[in-house]
């Protein structure tokens, strides 16, 4: 009988099947193991990560982690071989603290499929996103889609100085100090009365001269002298500000969103190339038989999640159930392979489902 | 059943919660030889007094053991995920005041808000290779503050005690600590960031929503309640 069988092995055995389907169409099987050197994931993904991983020492090794995703393993895995395109599939138990939802699991199953090496980058979007759109399509779920590759665009193409470029280009993924930064370099919050004090006087080390901790006296004339020649540039323009605000509040179906950006894109040229990027994932969507005119598309989509997609973006999240984490989510993350390639890196695009949520749905078997 | 009374076992928090609770008419005090941590409660019936460490007074109340505690909300706040479901602040005591704040070398005559922490960090972390340390023991209160402050490249680094001095030992660049004064903070060349602090704390009495309580026991705390005036 159905319900004699333990939770966490129905679990598995949605998560088997759903692998089985990934090795079916070419993958190869990945595994990892679970207690991970927290040193890297540390670094790539800052406080964020330690917040939400268990962090444990070990008396030889240092510090190590619960696993939290597969993605870096997967991808140092990849890295460290031949650079060949490769498909890899792979599924385990994660662990994410929950202090804001206690009543989610903290450990749970993730299955993956990730893709790297694919030279036309819109088709291997497009045949991710099908592989779990087919694979998820008994469920009736709602797809979200999502480019971050056209905010980091949209930033890059900005008419004012690299400094300033730099600093939003950091905070793309932090919507609310992106937008604080906006309004600052366009003049509209007012000058903290310490910068202003700085800018105006002949500012030096304090009295007592001490200089302590690791930052040098040059780092922080270099910072000062940074400051201020923002400060000689004029704010950002009104116009400058209304043309971000647009880009980020796109919200339609994929093809008129691009519409909509190729018209801000008239005022935005650096748009261009991440606009044409987008038509072409659109066009090899429906090649792959994906509606496309119905699939919708959220320029702010993503931007909360992790730090490292840095393209295509997406979600599959239960209309029926809204309580419930999405089901799956995945995503373009180029630069992540370079920053764990040492010197070399390869495309890549990939996602994870949560077999215990699929579960929850009833099931694809 | 009794109701239990969670205080702080020792020092000035003691002394001065005994205070507070004496001058409304419930005289709480030590029993036995100096170091044994047993205590006594006149003037209302019913109520044990348990003497305990300030550090676990949150989780004792959190598991119910005790019904009320005197604690800090810093130590309410950093140790129980979401604190305000399992305890219930009833008067703070007026004592026991200190703020958690952000501080950076005095030298730092370019940083004095969170956006120029945030700044720093990034020439930081370009320049020297690894993320700005900031030494603390309040892990949770902090990291939420620089989150909400949109404060990056930053890694929290644990510090138990003499948190002032991580930054002279280059074991850290910057500290976040409770200061009462600052007068530490000042001898260690330290100053606080010019914003509002991740937390303002003093004692507080705390009521456990978690504990188990007979009738008689509700007569009980509704008493001692009322005698407080909370």
């Not at chain 1, 395109?85 to 385990?92: C, D, K, V």
């Not at chain 1, 302590?212 to 004339?221: C, D, K, M």
Request: hydrophobic letters at 40%; one cysteine or more; proline letters at 5%.
């Amino acid at each position: 009988m159905a319900q004699d069988i333990p939770y966490k092995s129905r679990v598995r055995i949605e998560a088997e099947a759903i692998c089985d389907g990934f090795v079916a169409a070419g993958a190869a099987r990945f595994e990892t193991d679970i207690l991970l050197s927290a040193e890297v994931l540390l670094d790539l993904y800052g406080e964020d990560i330690r917040a939400r991983a268990y962090v444990t020492t070990d008396p030889e090794r240092g510090e190590m982690m619960l696993r939290p995703d597969f993605t870096v393993p997967v991808v140092q895995y990849h890295m460290s071989g031949d650079g060949l395109p490769a498909s890899y599939t792979y599924f385990g138990e994660v662990f994410r603290k929950q202090e804001d939802h206690p009543d989610r699991r903290s450990e749970y199953m993730q299955v993956g499929y990730e893709e790297f090496g694919g030279a036309n980058a819109a088709a291997a979007d497009a045949d991710v996103f099908g592989q779990f759109s087919d694979a998820l399509a008994p469920l009736g779920l709602r797809a979200a889609t999502g480019d971050i590759g056209i905010l980091i665009a949209m930033v890059e193409g900005l008419n004012t100085t690299e400094d300033r470029r730099a600093a939003l280009m950091r905070h793309i993924w932090r919507p609310a100090r992106f937008t604080a930064l906006v309004k600052r370099f366009a003049g509209l919050t007012p000058v903290p009365p310490s910068r202003a004090a700085l800018l105006a006087s002949d500012v030096g080390l304090p009295e007592d001269g001490v200089m302590i901790g690791l930052r040098s006296e040059r780092e922080i004339a270099n910072r000062i002298d940074a400051l201020r020649a923002d400060a000689a540039q004029a704010p950002m323009s009104s116009e400058i500000v209304d043309l971000i605000a647009a880009v980020l509040a796109v919200s339609e179906t994929c093809p008129n969103a691009l519409e909509h950006l190729r018209d801000i894109a008239v005022d935005l040229p650096g748009l261009l190339p991440a606009l044409d990027r987008f038509e072409a994932r659109c066009e090899a969507m429906v090649q792959r038989g994906i509606d496309v005119d119905a699939l919708p598309f959220e320029a702010s989509y993503g931007r909360t999640s992790m730090e490292y997609y840095d393209g295509f973006v997406f979600g599959f999240y239960s209309e029926t159930r809204p309580d419930l984490p999405p089901v799956a989510t995945g995503g373009r993350y180029d630069a992540l392979t370079r920053r764990l390639g040492q010197g070399r890196e390869n495309p890549a695009v990939g996602g994870v489902i949560r077999p215990d949520v699929v579960l929850e749905l009833g099931g694809l078997r | 059943m009794t109701i239990k009374l969670g205080v702080p076992s020792k020092g000035r928090l003691m002394e001065k919660t005994f205070d507070w609770f004496g001058a409304r008419g419930v005289t709480l005090s030590r029993t036995g030889s100096d170091r044994e941590y047993a205590g006594a409660v006149e003037g209302v019936d019913g109520v044990d007094l348990v003497l305990l460490s300030a550090g676990e007074i949150p989780r004792e109340l959190a598991a119910g053991r005790i019904h009320l505690g005197v604690t800090g909300n810093d130590l309410i706040q950093e140790k129980l995920v979401q604190w305000d479901q399992k305890v219930e602040p009833l008067a703070p005591l007026g004592f026991g005041h200190a703020n958690l704040i952000v501080a950076v070398p005095h030298c730092w005559v370019d940083v004095d808000t969170l956006d120029d922490l945030d700044g720093a960090a990034a020439a930081f972390r370009a320049r020297h290779g690894f993320r700005m340390r900031i030494a603390t023991k309040y892990h949770r209160l902090v990291r939420d503050y620089l989150r909400r402050g949109g404060v990056a490249d930053y890694q929290l680094v644990d510090s138990q005690g003499a948190t002032e001095g991580t930054v002279k030992n280059l074991t850290a660049e910057a500290i976040a600590d409770i200061t009462s004064t600052g007068e530490t903070l000042r001898a260690n060349h330290l100053k606080i960031l010019d914003e509002p602090p991740v937390l303002e704390s003093q004692a507080t009495l705390f009521r456990s929503r978690v504990a188990d309580k007979t009738d008689a026991d509700r007569v009980v705390l509704r008493a001692l309640i009322e005698r407080l005036g909370v």
